[in-house]
Structures are given as C-alpha cells and as structure tokens.
C-alpha cells in the first residue's frame, strides 16, 4: 500500500461525510498491519459537540472488527469538499491514535496536487499520555 493510494482512499472516504453545519468535509483512510482498509468520514450534529470526525470514524469500525495493530492513516479535508492544503488531525483524534499506536505510526495529510505531507505521530503528539507507559 503506497501513501498516494491510501490518499485516494481518503478522498473516496471523503465523499461520504455529513458535515451540514461547518462544510468540511473530512476523509480518512486507516491501514491495519494486516493489510485492511478503513475508511471514516466526518459525522456531525446539530449539537455540535457529538461530532465525530473522520479520523476516529475509521478506528472505531476498525477497533469494532478487532483490529489493534496499525500502520498508517491518510487524511483530507477541505470547506465543501475542496482540499486547498494538509488537513492536520486534531488534538482529540491524535490522542485516540496514541492509544492504539505506536510513535512511527505514519500521518499522511494530502494537499491540494498529487502531493501530500507525512509526519510520525511522534511528531504530531510528542510527550503524550499514554497508557501502557503511565498507567502500569
Ligand atoms: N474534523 C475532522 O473530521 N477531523 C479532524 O481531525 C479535524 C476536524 C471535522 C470535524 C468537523 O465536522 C469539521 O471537520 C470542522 O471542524
């Protein structure tokens, strides 16, 4: 599985958001060590807060069927749909892939061409709270 691949995932993932009140609509494509592909779309609601972004939409129906293992996530985003540049995940969405990943964990943010920008989640959450290492 190459990045551009799963960022092509993303953006078919992408299509599938529910983002009435802010217009971004937001894709991700998660690669489990196995090989499988979950995609996640962002899922809001009029209250605001039980929003869901696409990120953690992909882990959960992962985490659902059982995977615990990851090796990479791809997201994109942008106002209707339109990617003008990386979509960085949030704080809420890093810390759900600290609690299943470890630090070379790879976040692919595609941009507006065919290229995209990677970082580790050790670069994206660094000196993060994590379970196995604090609460043992
Ligand atoms: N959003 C995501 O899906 N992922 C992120 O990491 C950041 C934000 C969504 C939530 C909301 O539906 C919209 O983007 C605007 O914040």
Do not use: W
Not at 85 to 100: D, H, I, K, L
């Amino acid at each position: 599985m190459t990045p551009e691949k799963l960022i092509e995932m993303a953006k078919e993932a992408m299509t599938h958001a529910y983002a009435p009140y802010s217009g971004y609509k937001v894709g991700a494509a998660l690669l489990c060590a196995d090989g499988t592909v979950y995609g996640g779309c962002n899922i809001e609601n009029a209250s605001y807060t039980p929003t869901n972004c696409a990120e953690r939409t992909a882990f959960f129906k992962a985490v659902y069927d059982g995977h615990r293992d990851f090796k990479a996530i791809a997201v994109v985003g942008g106002k209707d749909g339109v990617i003008t540049g990386a979509f960085p995940p949030c704080g809420v969405c890093r810390q759900v892939m600290r609690e299943f990943c470890s630090d070379d964990f790879m976040i692919y943010m595609g941009t507006n061409d065919e290229n995209y920008q990677s970082m580790t989640l050790a670069e994206l959450l660094p000196f993060s709270f994590c379970a196995s290492e604090h609460m043992n």
